[in-house]
């Protein structure tokens, strides 16, 4: 049976210290663009911690809500895809094909999350830096599309194990960079199609919720509300 | 050779390249090299030793893996360690000059600046283990590697080629596959 790959994320564990967008940054080679480029809203992030501030200061809080790609079941920006370059894949996921991207930006214009950034120029990374570069994806040139994947090359890794050992793939083999990097282990991933995956058991919390549910894109990714006051 | 006309209940299939289509492309072939002697292999590439594959696979009968020894661990099949020739070049044909070449490097500490011959794109993951655990003969991306001298690419690897053989074994063609 073929997985179905989610995430959970505790915002009541989320501290807001952004280790998983470092931790993404330096697994999937995303090019820092500098100052200036983010002023113009081309910061390349595939993952990104929103901060939204409840109620008045004094009382002020800062809420953390970190935003990856939402792997939606029934995802807007695949429908927009002139080239087939972003679809649905086995597993379920929401796949971005480099190599048959034509930079239409039609799918970050479309995605209600805004998780998908462009490839405005061609990064170069300096050196020493291009030793830091991950051989196990592409570094995407220019005017190429680019997004969250829950780690790909991460599930491919550990599915080539398990098949070189003859087995499935076990809970927790599957680690994506940031969920292996949160301090506070706010974040979760797993197999959904298993009943007794971790992940399974988390989402059945009653504290669950997904970021614009209304829409209906059926995110893979899940929230475990904030409870006000408890323990801060 | 002489073209046979096949059999009139014999049904040819395009894709089987026995019987007489191959006698059409043995004749071709020949007569190619036969013209542009050179045109069988792509251009080769200049390397430091003129190591040569024929000697050590055809004559010497050494299984790939014995130099290319992470193929079925890895995605790369790797280059083989200037140890690894010594363990045998220590003691076997030390008077050829390109066996001396490789002492010299050995004395020295350094490794064989061999120039990458097969190379695919950035935007290609090919792990080589998951082929060989497929049981996938090394030929069969490398035609004619075991009678070339130094390594050769005869193949021109198009996504095609690698999509005849994933369709044929059903196994997944999926973009994400190899693509991310």
């Given at each position: 049976?073929?997985p179905?790959?989610a995430?959970?994320?505790d915002?009541?564990r989320c ?7 470092v931790?993404c940054v330096?697994?999937?080679n995303?090019p820092?663009?500098?100052?200036a ?8 992030q595939?993952l990104?911690v929103?901060r939204?501030?409840?109620?008045e200061?004094?009382e ?6 970190p ?15 002139p080239?087939?370059?972003t679809?649905?894949n ?5 796949a971005?094909v480099?190599n048959r991207?034509?930079g239409?930006?039609?799918c ?11 490839n ?7 050196k020493?830096?291009d030793?830091?570069l991950?051989?196990?994806l ?8 680019e ?7 991460r599930?491919?890794?550990?599915k080539?194990?398990?098949?070189g050992e003859?087995r499935?793939?076990?809970d927790?083999?599957v680690v ?7 301090p506070?282990g706010?974040l979760?991933?797993?197999?959904l199609s298993?009943p007794?995956?971790g992940?399974?058991?988390k989402?059945k ?5 997904r970021?614009m549910e ?5 995110p893979?990714v899940?929230?475990l509300?904030?409870?006000?006051g408890?323990?801060? | 050779m002489?073209r046979?006309r096949?059999?009139a209940?014999?049904r ?10 191959r006698?059409v492309?043995i ?10 002697p050179?045109a069988?292999?792509a251009e080769?590439v ?5 190591y ?7 004559d010497y009968k050494l299984?790939?893996r ?9 995605q ?11 363990m045998?070049?220590?003691?076997i044909?030390?008077d ?7 002492a ?15 190379d695919?794109?950035?935007?290609v993951?090919f792990p080589h283990?998951?082929m060989?655990?497929?049981?996938i003969?090394c030929?069969?991306?490398h ?5 070339a ?6 193949l021109e690897f198009g996504?095609?080629f690698?999509m005849?053989?994933h369709r044929k ?12």
């Amino acid at each position: 049976m073929s997985p179905k790959w989610a995430m959970a994320i505790d915002l009541d564990r989320c501290t807001g210290c952004g280790a998983c967008v470092v931790a993404c940054v330096a697994e999937n080679n995303i090019p820092v663009v500098g100052e200036a480029e983010v002023e113009k809203g081309r910061l390349m992030q595939w993952l990104r911690v929103a901060r939204y501030w409840d109620g008045e200061y004094p009382e002020a809080q800062a809420i953390y809500l970190p935003v990856p790609c939402m792997q939606c079941e029934r995802a807007p920006c695949e429908t927009v895809c002139p080239v087939y370059a972003t679809y649905h894949n086995e597993d379920g996921l929401n796949a971005m094909v480099y190599n048959r991207c034509v930079g239409t930006r039609y799918c970050a214009n479309n995605c209600p999350y805004s998780v998908r950034v462009f490839n405005w120029y061609d990064h170069k990374w300096e050196k020493p830096l291009d030793e830091q570069l991950s051989p196990d994806l592409t570094t995407r040139s220019r005017g190429v599309m680019e997004k969250c994947t829950f780690c790909i090359q991460r599930i491919r890794r550990a599915k080539e194990t398990a098949a070189g050992e003859m087995r499935e793939i076990r809970d927790g083999e599957v680690v994506p960079a940031c969920v292996q990097t949160c301090p506070p282990g706010a974040l979760l991933f797993g197999d959904l199609s298993d009943p007794h995956s971790g992940i399974t058991r988390k989402l059945k919390d009653p504290r669950r919720f997904r970021l614009m549910e209304h829409l209906g894109t059926e995110p893979r990714v899940a929230y475990l509300k904030r409870q006000k006051g408890a323990g801060r | 050779m002489t073209r046979k006309r096949p059999p009139a209940a014999r049904r040819i299939d395009p894709l089987d390249a026995s019987g007489y289509l191959r006698d059409v492309a043995i004749t071709c072939l020949a007569l190619t090299l036969l013209l542009f002697p050179g045109a069988a292999f792509a251009e080769t590439v200049p390397q430091p030793i003129a190591y040569s594959h024929k000697i050590h696979v055809t004559d010497y009968k050494l299984n790939c893996r014995f130099c290319h020894s992470s193929a079925n661990k890895s995605q790369y099949a790797n280059i083989p360690s200037v140890e690894k020739c010594m363990m045998c070049h220590r003691s076997i044909a030390t008077d050829r000059p390109e066996v001396k070449k490789i002492a010299r490097y050995w004395n020295g500490k350094k490794p064989i600046p061999w120039n990458k011959v097969i190379d695919v794109p950035n935007f290609v993951y090919f792990p080589h283990k998951k082929m060989v655990s497929a049981g996938i003969p090394c030929l069969t991306c490398h035609p004619g590697m075991d009678q070339a001298g130094t390594a050769v690419q005869n193949l021109e690897f198009g996504m095609g080629f690698c999509m005849d053989c994933h369709r044929k074994k059903k196994v997944s063609i999926d973009c994400w596959t190899c693509h991310y």
